[in-house]
């Protein structure tokens, strides 16, 4: 079983910023994040997980949940075989744990498409 790994999770005050790589495993030689649509989404307690970003699988056409539009920002690094979700303006409403997500296309509407998960990150915004 694949699973991704994420990281960056970590504690910041409102207005505040992080940003949460996904990675391929290293275990698995030759799994390659470019081949598919990246996830991202968010789990707070007591909620079901939610999307909050995708990223095509051809293009790079990012899509985003309005709740996070104009302050988070996905990107993709071949080199490093990652993605990125650099979240910023963080609010107390965007704690939870950060789960991201590889699959045949890109939709923030539903986890049904994804075929590999991560762990999840921790993202805790807290005065």
């Known amino acids: 079983q694949v699973q991704l790994v994420e990281s960056g999770g970590g504690t910041v005050q409102p207005g505040g910023s992080l940003r949460l790589s996904c990675a391929a495993p290293d275990s698995v030689p030759g799994f390659t994040l470019d081949y598919y649509a990246i996830g991202w989404f968010h789990q707070a307690p007591g909620k079901e997980r939610e999307g909050v970003a995708a990223l095509s699988r051809d293009d790079d056409t990012a899509d985003y949940a309005d709740s996070v539009k104009g302050r988070f920002t996905m990107s993709r690094d071949t080199d490093k075989n990652s993605v990125f979700l650099q979240m910023d303006s963080l609010k107390p409403e965007d704690s939870g744990t950060y789960y991201c997500?590889?699959?045949?296309?890109?939709?923030?509407?539903?986890?049904?498409?994804?075929?590999?998960w991560g762990q999840g990150t921790q993202v805790t915004v807290s005065a």
């Open positions: 997500a590889a699959g045949p296309w890109a939709t923030i509407a539903t986890t049904t498409p994804y075929d590999y």
